[in-house]
């Protein structure tokens, strides 16, 4: 996978700083991309550099980061070259052409990314080059382009998002006619800039609409430009030339059967549900208030719906009438029984004697008083 530090450490626009912070990226370095492709200083190789490729439909999966964007594919599509298989993975979209013809540019440029390993891009590949140039609004490239280009984001995203496209939706309407290339060792175009990719890049050139060129140039904002400066051919540096205009070596279904073992199938069966999961994480991420909203609709809808048959069901039992009324009786009751409770009580305390209505009567008889002294006897 590409370096995650890279991918925000960088920009097109400042290009010639690269190499301080990734030394693969250095203008002396051996094997760079993109240089300019002098045609009268080329090697013939034909035979020894035979190319082959065979595509299958894919869907569509943008995203935008770094002013580079970028297409993945699903697995399926494989490049047959020099005998090697290697495995589609993405495309990117630069304006205007990375690569000058003889010193010349082209008005865009698009990639396609072959990993030698499916699973890790550290491992290099071939990057295929088709050179685009202004012209019909119509035909099978616009058709493949379309489908897609108003869809990219125009703010810079690590998040991709998937696109609906035809289900015969393929990448390969974008190889030309003519299939003679130009060849060399080269690097990935942009940081980390690994210099073990092998870039082709096709002489004749694909028609692309002035509207879809205007697109690019609109997602790409201010910069307006996504390319890496040119370099200079190194001295070591061989650009190879097969004039073959047919394709010699096809990809056949039974190789891909042979290059498809089961321990690689594994790899990127592995790969893929990696991705997929990583896909469904973005598309929750970007519906998440979406997804509340439905969510919480759905338990007002549910809750309105019980609170309705609840009510139905009590207007029609005529439970709360029910439950009125057997209140009442309850309450009657519990006041009937105190009542009572309170009478019985009543007449208890009437059946009790005084406590002070017994009189003491003396068990002795009173002693007898003495008869008064009257006056004349006292006289005699």
């Known amino acids: 996978m590409e370096n995650k530090k890279a991918k925000t450490t960088w920009s097109f626009g400042s290009s010639q700083e690269w190499e301080n912070k990734f030394s693969q990226c250095s203008s002396n370095s051996q094997k760079i991309t993109p240089i300019n492709i002098d045609t009268s200083d080329i090697t013939a190789c034909n035979a020894t550099c035979r190319l082959g490729y065979r595509f299958k439909s894919s869907k569509c999966y943008t995203r935008y980061i770094n002013t580079l964007p970028t297409v993945n594919f699903d697995p399926g599509s494989f490049l047959k070259f020099q005998s090697e298989y290697f495995h589609l993975k993405k495309m990117t979209l630069h304006y205007p052409s990375m690569h000058t013809i003889n010193g010349s540019n082209y008005d865009m440029e698009i990639l396609l990314y072959f990993n030698r390993n499916h699973t890790n891009e550290n491992d290099g590949g071939v990057i295929l080059s088709m050179l685009c140039k202004r ?37 390969e309407v974008l190889i030309p006619e003519s299939k003679s290339f130009f060849y060399y060792e080269g690097s990935l175009p942009y940081p980390p800039c690994n210099p073990n990719w092998t870039i082709i890049v096709f002489e004749q050139s694909i028609s692309v609409s002035n509207n879809i ?3 690019l140039k609109y997602i790409l904002g201010d910069s307006s430009r996504n ?12 650009v190879f030339y097969n004039s073959n205009n047919d394709m010699k070596d096809p990809v056949k279904k039974e190789d891909i059967d042979k290059v498809d ?17 990583e896909r469904e994480k973005g598309y929750l991420i970007r519906n998440k208030l979406y997804i509340k909203g439905v969510v919480l609709t759905l338990i007002i809808i549910l809750i309105v719906y019980v609170a309705v048959k609840f009510a139905g069901y009590i207007v029609k039992q005529d439970v709360l009438n029910k439950f009125v009324i057997s209140q009442i009786i309850k309450r009657n009751q519990r006041e ?17 004697p005084p406590v002070n209505s017994v009189v003491n009567v003396p068990t002795t008889a009173p002693t007898p008083i003495a008869p008064s002294t009257t006056t004349s006897q006292v006289s005699q």
């Open 135 to 171: 012209g019909s609004d119509h035909g099978k490239v616009n058709i493949f382009l379309n489908q897609f280009i108003n869809q990219i984001p125009v703010t810079e995203t690590k998040i991709e998002q998937e696109v609906e496209v035809d289900k015969n939706w393929s990448a």
């Open 213 to 215: 060129i205007n697109t």
């Open 227 to 238: 390319v890496r400066e040119v370099s200079n051919k190194p001295e070591s540096m061989t």
């Open 261 to 277: 073992k089961p321990e690689v199938s594994s790899k990127i069966s592995e790969e893929l549900n990696k991705l997929n999961l």
């Open 336 to 352: 009937k029984e105190k009542s009572q409770v309170q009478g019985q009580n009543t007449r208890q305390i009437k059946m009790q």
